[in-house]
């Protein structure tokens, strides 16, 4: 009877530790975000600090989470064997949804999904139990269900956003206004009250959310800790102010760095000690559970679980193993880095490529957003107004530093982030209310970029929608996270052993889905089609160095060309479909290169400015050519998906011979800029009038047919519309290749800009 009991068991404990590594992924963001996105120190130190905190909160963590013992259901209303199907089918949709957000590479929060899969599996249970038995009612469901701490956690996360939001806001804005963003150069007392105010927070935090219900730490101190905080933190303020003088001015030491190693230090600790149990704490209460059922002799359909209302220690060697998975993940995960990247990105200083798009939501947002400021700001004095103006004035960046290796944000932001998430965190723990670690430092991230006004008119409505999309993500977590969780506890109800066999099968296969999905995502990141930016300073380097982005722009439109007019001829849905998305990819890329013009002429010098006329020109071809390319594929797409007749064998055929002409011009091309033999333009050019020619006959061709013979409007209106849009691409093609033989001189050595 308990072979199936010890399965689950064994099934939980490897899912416990896959879910420590989809949560580490996700939860990275938590510790990571301010440290990376400001530079402070290389990206190795990170991570050896981040390391160690995460390895001493694994081993200081508090113990059982008693949410996934006692806090959402009460366990002595359930049977051994109900609770043993509540925690698997927990687990199962938690790495499962965890994972998924991992691969979208969105934050969410790991204490949510996991308090609204347990509410969602045990209201599940619930209601079956409540069904089969005649005596009960609906409404008897809230003996079984903790309504008061499911109400309160929903309140904690609803007031965490605002809170958050609006105090980092707050205290981003004061700092900007004492400190600016010449910093480096204010009094040496500035930066000192500064570093008091922030380390003895963040030193209060470790205190108080890292470790202070540590097993090794024994009552007086915890007495001491918790029952003297006004002392604590006005002790801590003064010493670790003239600490920080005497090392400013002494040591010469770069305070904020030290803030910002300190700060993600205790980040990292409250995360392993704290959030750990999100990942452990169902299977241990699961083993918990078999300890007591399995010494006697009733049967788990009439086991009560009351014992799960005792309080349980975590085993040490349990923490250390979780602690040491938690490690390797932070090292080796690509899919914690891009979480990381999303915050980064909706919170970095200056302008750039957006990676979400605006919607009705956002702009009316920014919009009455704009109308407000301007309103308060008219209320405000002129020399106030100045004053404040003086203090935002950013400094001015040296030309050579690529804008890619430049921090996202300064470190002032960088320790707000990090002392006010320790505060926030630091008050609720202190008052026992619920509140996510990730809806925190994200939306204090969040309101200090507004703040330092990195919401500027040009990216404002990008990074809001963003915001928002990750908000609505939080929600779609929780509402998820139920639903799944009833629905898994519902199959393992009626399948048991068999439903818990193909359960796992299906979230093994779905788990490496996703990774491939996402390794694949990542190599096309890196992939060698990918097009450059130019970093040259002259017309001759911009020649050689955009050589490559022309090529793969031919041998990719060629590729796309050929696609459509297969697609076509094949009436092959998904393969014209698969070559929309491409031609999507490669317009996106070379709007990317478009939005960096701004950048590239700011980086030349005075008497290099004719490089900027060539590279803008070079650009706007390019756009032309993927722009007849996207026509082609969008009209290919569409007709064969509207399920129109297919084209006639004379049209295929012209087609294939028109895609052939144009294939042997395309990859001469691509010989011509892969190898730099710019001369070697010419003889491409030479055939120009040739490949006109061609396509005027062919159009011809189709009237005579339209005249007497061709009965299918649509499959005519198709045929002119490609061969048409052909012209045009060969126009586009041909003055490219125009403005690069005529340009080229290889007596002139290319000048590239000196980092």
Excluded at 394 to 399: A, E
Aim: proline share 2%; glycine share 4%; hydrophobic share 50%.
């Amino acid at each position: 009877m308990g072979d199936i009991y010890i399965y689950m068991l064994v099934a939980l404990a490897v899912l416990a530790a896959a879910d420590l590594v989809v949560g580490v992924s996700n939860d990275a963001v938590n510790f990571l975000n301010s440290a990376i996105g400001s530079k402070a120190v290389s990206f190795k130190t990170i991570m050896i600090v981040a390391s160690l905190g995460v390895a001493i909160g694994a081993m200081s963590s508090s113990g059982m989470m008693e949410v996934a013992r006692k806090g959402i259901f009460n366990p002595s209303e359930f049977m051994f064997d109900e609770i043993m199907i509540i925690f698997m089918a927990v687990m199962l949709t938690d790495i499962l949804l965890l994972d998924f957000f991992n691969t979208m590479g969105l934050p969410t929060s790991t204490t949510v999904s996991i308090v609204f899969e347990l509410l969602g599996a045990s209201v599940c249970i619930a209601i079956m139990k409540i069904s089969a038995d005649d005596s009960q009612s609906i409404l008897n469901l809230g003996n079984y269900i903790n309504n008061e701490k499911a109400i309160e956690i929903i309140l904690g996360i609803l007031l965490s956003v605002v809170v958050a939001f609006s105090i980092g806001a707050l205290i981003q804005f004061v700092s900007r206004l004492l400190l600016s963003f010449n910093f480096n150069s204010k009094p040496k007392i500035f930066g000192a009250v500064f570093s008091g105010f922030a380390i003895t927070s963040i030193m209060y935090f470790i205190l108080i959310k890292g470790i202070k219900n540590a097993t090794f730490m024994n009552d007086s101190i915890k007495a001491v800790i918790t029952g003297n905080p006004l002392a604590l933190l006005a002790i801590g303020f003064v010493v670790f102010t003239i600490l920080s003088y005497v090392a400013m001015v002494t040591l010469k030491s770069n305070i904020y760095k030290i803030i910002i190693v300190v700060g993600t230090f205790a980040l990292a600790v409250a995360f392993a000690g704290n959030d750990l149990v999100n990942f452990i704490g169902v299977p241990i209460a699961a083993f918990n559970s078999y300890e007591a059922w399995s010494v006697t002799n009733i049967l788990p359909q009439h086991f009560p679980m009351v014992a799960l209302s005792e309080p349980v220690q975590t085993k040490p060697y349990l923490l250390l193993i979780a602690g040491i998975i938690m490690v390797l993940t932070l090292w080796f995960s690509s899919k914690a880095r891009a979480v990381v990247k999303t915050s980064v990105d909706l919170s970095r200083q200056d302008e750039g490529s957006e990676r979400f798009e605006p919607n009705f939501l956002s702009r009316s947002i920014v919009r009455y957003s704009i109308v407000a400021s301007e309103g308060f700001n008219n209320m405000l004095p002129n020399s106030f107004k100045q004053k404040i103006e003086q203090q935002f004035k950013k400094p001015v960046v040296s030309t050579v530093i690529k804008k890619e290796d430049l921090p996202a944000f300064d470190l002032v932001r960088a320790a707000v982030n990090l002392m006010v998430a320790s505060v926030l965190i630091s008050i609720a723990t202190s008052m026992k209310l619920p509140l996510s670690t990730t809806y925190v430092t994200f939306m204090v991230a969040m309101g200090t970029s507004l703040a330092d006004r990195a919401w500027g008119s040009e990216s404002a409505v990008y990074r809001v929608a963003g915001v928002l999309n990750v908000i609505g993500g939080w929600f779609f977590t929780a509402l998820s996270a139920f639903v799944a969780a009833a629905v898994m506890a519902l199959i393992l109800f009626y399948g048991r052993g068999y439903a818990l066999t193909a359960l796992l099968t299906i979230a093994v296969i779905l788990l490496i889905r996703n990774s491939i999905v996402h390794s694949k995502k990542a190599k096309e990141q890196k992939a060698e089609d990918s097009l450059k930016k130019a970093e040259s300073s002259s017309t001759q380097g911009v020649i050689v160095e955009s050589a490559n982005n022309i090529a793969n722009v031919v041998k990719r439109g060629n590729k796309i060309y050929s696609g459509a007019i297969n697609g076509l001829a094949t009436h092959n849905l998904k393969q014209l479909k698969k070559n929309k998305n491409n031609i999507n990819k490669l317009s996106e890329e070379i709007e990317e290169l478009r939005d960096n013009i701004f950048y590239f002429i700011k980086k030349l010098d005075e008497p290099s400015a004719t490089a900027s006329n060539f590279y803008i020109t070079i650009l706007s071809h390019l756009q032309d050519i993927t722009q007849s390319l996207e026509y082609i594929s969008n009209v290919s797409y569409k007709h064969v998906n509207n399920n129109h007749k297919k084209l006639k064998f004379t049209q295929i055929k012209e087609l294939k011979e028109v895609d052939k002409v144009l294939e042997n011009l395309f990859e001469s091309t691509k010989t011509s800029f892969n190898s730099h033999s710019f001369e070697e333009i010419g003889i491409v050019l030479s055939k120009k009038q040739e490949i006109f020619n061609l396509l005027n006959d062919k159009i011809q061709k189709q009237v005579e047919r339209t005249r007497t013979e061709e009965s299918s409007p649509k499959n005519t209106t198709l045929y002119f519309s490609i061969l048409l849009e052909t012209k045009d691409l060969l126009k586009a093609m041909m003055t490219l290749l125009e403005e690069y033989y005529s340009a080229h001189d290889d007596s002139v050595e290319p000048a590239t800009i000196k980092e």
